[in-house]
């Protein structure tokens, strides 16, 4: 899309080319008498839309009054992290930003009720305050708490689960207007299903959490030749609280990251900038694309030059860092005991197919749930996390990839991009039938349906 001073340039240059007023070109951008749409488009610029309304309800109740008098499909936002087409309508779309914040909390049970407009970057401290901690968090903080949990959003721990697992309770707003609570023992079968719901079911309003103690971790960061890494893999997920590794194509070279409990005081040393270490892979991936031997070379003597890095910090100050430069994603989520064979076979893809593949790969590990529509549904997880620059086309890295992800039984991360059908679903989740009576039920005229959805549940 283009800036407002690029539209601009062009409006003058057809005016000139044409001879008409300004004027007359700007009021034929629309239709007589039609509003104006805002456009919308996600973090990585890679989904868009221009919805006919935008709200922003205040409170629980504008809410419902909202989703009663809106007319065509109606899609809930957060911050747009999610790279696949979840959100875009051209109908009415809903902004839960100004529902945030910890609601109340039970101190004897650990528990917070928190709206689901909240960042989760924006939880640390408020739930510290009231001596609780999330028990997990993943690697960027600036989803919404209802749009991390729609998606089975996680971080890494092969004993920890995805947020969504997490969930003790929860509201939301039906096609009716009508305000729902379910937990697990009061509406169960919603409970299952709406705790990875896609905002399919309805608009989540608040969310009850099991939380933790406040606890402090130590981060060691480490760059490996990545098949040391690859050997201990396994070890290290059963070994660390959470584990997770990075492999940098074309480098021979992989990031090690792990996180342990600790009563150490809080200490750090210089930390390498990721943003600007995207940038740098870029750069000599540009000036050395054309010897894989010599970018290797260069690759591993500068990843062998940076020091290991250690971080004793709060949990929730410890396991997010900035993603400033922008991209697109696929993950695919495999059964654990597949998943370092489908990632030696994506190796050896990207180093003979793509020389122009520069952002590292990221492997991390999830624990299973039960949750109708998770990834991690009854099985333990190896998670592999493909990424591409978003100035750049994606799609030919993605459709070689995702054959392999298939091959090996992985189910898609529902916020990244894939290409899977009603068809594909069904057969990697057994409650896929179940979910889409319940959301037929709940939403019968398709209310919460954009396109990608209707496809998925009503094909």
């Given at each position: ?77 957060g911050s747009g992290h999610s790279f696949s087409p979840l959100v875009p309508t051209d109908d009415t779309l809903i902004a839960l930003h100004r529902l945030s914040g ?206 290991r890095e250690v971080k004793v910090a709060s949990s929730w100050q410890n396991y997010t860092s900035d993603r400033n430069v922008r991209f697109n994603e696929m993950e ?128």
């Amino acid at each position: 899309m283009p800036n407002r001073r690029e539209f601009l340039k062009r409006l003058v240059a057809v005016a000139a080319a044409t001879s008409l007023p300004l004027e007359s070109l700007l009021a034929t951008t629309r239709e007589a008498g039609a509003p104006r749409r805002l456009p919308w488009k996600n973090w990585s610029g890679s989904q868009t839309c221009h919805p006919l309304n935008r709200l922003a309800p205040a409170s629980v109740a504008e809410l419902q009054e909202q989703v009663r008098n809106a007319s065509g499909v109606i899609r809930a936002v957060g911050s747009g992290h999610s790279f696949s087409p979840l959100v875009p309508t051209d109908d009415t779309l809903i902004a839960l930003h100004r529902l945030s914040g910890v609601l109340s909390h039970d101190d004897d049970r650990v528990q917070a009720t928190i709206a689901a407009g909240t960042r989760l970057g924006q939880l640390g401290q408020p739930l510290e305050a009231l001596n609780q901690a999330l028990i997990n968090m993943p690697d960027i903080d600036q989803q919404t708490l209802a749009g991390s949990l729609a998606t089975a959003t996680h971080g890494t721990g092969a004993g920890l689960t995805c947020l969504s697992a997490n969930i003790e309770a929860l509201s939301l707003v039906t096609a009716s207007g009508e305000l729902m609570h379910c937990s697990r023992d009061h509406n169960r079968d919603l409970f299952q299903a709406a705790r990875v719901g896609l905002g399919s079911l309805g608009i989540v309003t608040d969310v009850t959490l099991q939380n933790t103690r406040p606890y402090r971790l130590k981060r060691v960061s480490e760059w490996l030749p990545i098949e040391d890494i690859l050997a201990n893999a396994q070890e290290n997920a059963d070994r660390y609280r959470n584990f997770e590794f990075f492999y940098i194509p074309f480098s021979g070279m992989g990031l090690c990251d792990t996180h342990e409990l600790t009563d150490e005081p809080l200490s750090s040393t210089d930390t390498f900038d990721q943003n600007d270490g995207a940038r740098d892979l870029q750069t000599i991936r540009d000036l050395l694309d054309w010897s894989p031997s010599l970018r290797r070379m260069v690759l591993k003597g500068i990843l062998n030059s940076i020091d290991r890095e250690v971080k004793v910090a709060s949990s929730w100050q410890n396991y997010t860092s900035d993603r400033n430069v922008r991209f697109n994603e696929m993950e695919y989520h495999l059964p654990r005991e597949e998943g370092l064979k489908a990632l030696a076979e994506i190796r050896d893809l990207i180093e003979h197919r793509f020389p122009e593949v520069f952002f590292p790969l990221e492997v991390r590990f999830v624990r299973g749930d039960d949750i109708w529509l998770s990834p991690f549904y009854k099985r333990d997880t190896l998670s592999i996390a493909v990424h591409r620059f978003f100035e750049e086309d994606y799609q030919p890295l993605f459709q070689a990839i995702e054959p392999v992800f298939r091959r090996y039984g992985g189910r898609p991360h529902w916020g990244k991009l894939n290409t899977c059908t009603a068809t594909d679903f069904a057969d990697l989740y057994p409650r896929w039938e179940e979910f889409r009576a319940l959301r037929q039920q709940m939403d019968p005229q398709g209310r919460f349906l954009n396109v990608y959805l209707q496809g998925l549940f009503n094909g």
